[in-house]
């Protein structure tokens, strides 16, 4: 009988904790909103995000609020022999939290850790070669993003990112938008969507957008949007994130529809800050 009622409380608390964290979660995050942003961490911001200062008020205020909670719950892990200290963290958390800044407050919810390497890294790479064969290879990389729980990014790109901001190229925007696109549990180009129909659109538009730039690159033509995205309709979305933050005047005239699709996701219209 004792088992029973102990086995009885044990459920009771177990689903009583399912029910309220996402209540704690919420009320803690509105805790950390409340605080203001440290005046060392705003110069941070201001310096390292080169659009802060087109902000609006309004998007100033709610960036700050997001980057106290991104600070508040990520962990960020120094690698290669890079310490992490308050510029690393808080530059990544602010460009981060751009891409979130009018969505919904669940702050890449599978993400837990962002690691930081000083430059470029080495990885070993496997490959399959047919049903037998692995080929395995050393890779230099600038940034990836794991899927479930962890970013990796270089240091030095970031800052070459900074300094070139309106380049199209932003290894921070591109690794979050791919937490973005594996929030629904496959990261395969679509994100989570506000409506069913919205899916549609996304598909149509999404698709034509990402043959067109596989042919122009393969004809060798000038693209807006980085060959990179050609590799497959996950970098796709990866790659268009970055030019609609960074040449967002560019992306507009030459590829309108898109430009549309990606204003209605993040719910943001950068042509007013760039
Ligand atoms: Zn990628």
Not at 179 to 197: K, M, T
């Amino acid at each position: 009988m004792l088992n029973v009622v102990v086995a009885f409380f044990i459920i009771a608390i177990a689903i009583a904790w399912i029910w309220l964290q996402p209540v704690f979660i919420g009320w803690r995050r509105k805790q950390i909103q409340k605080k203001t942003l440290s005046l060392s961490h705003l110069a941070i911001v201001e310096k390292n995000l080169p659009i802060y200062n087109n902000l609006p008020i309004t998007y100033k205020k709610r960036l700050q609020q997001h980057i106290n909670v991104f600070l508040a719950e990520k962990q960020f892990i120094g690698c290669g022999g890079l310490k992490i200290n308050s510029a690393i963290a808080t530059t990544i958390a602010a460009q981060a939290c751009l891409l979130i800044l009018n969505q919904k407050e669940n702050y890449y919810p599978k993400l837990k850790s962002i690691l930081v390497y000083p430059s470029a890294y080495i990885v070993r790479a496997t490959n399959p070669i047919g049903d037998y064969l692995v080929e395995e290879r050393q890779e230099v990389r600038l940034g990836e993003s794991w899927y479930k729980d962890r970013i990796v990014l270089s240091w030095e790109q970031i800052e070459y990112d900074i300094i070139n901001w309106q380049d199209g190229h932003n290894v921070i925007l591109h690794e979050f938008a791919h937490q973005l696109d594996g929030e629904d549990g496959s990261v395969n180009g679509v994100p989570l969507l506000d409506r069913q129909s919205d899916y549609i659109n996304w598909a149509s538009i999404f698709g034509r957008e990402y043959k067109k730039l596989q042919s122009d690159v393969e004809l060798g033509l000038k693209t807006v949007i980085n060959n990179y995205g050609a590799t497959n309709p996950a970098e796709f979305f990866a790659v268009v994130t970055e030019t609609f933050f960074e040449k967002p005047k560019q992306m507009k005239q030459k590829h309108p529809e898109l430009y549309k699709q990606l204003k209605r996701y993040y719910k943001l219209e950068p042509m007013d800050w760039n």
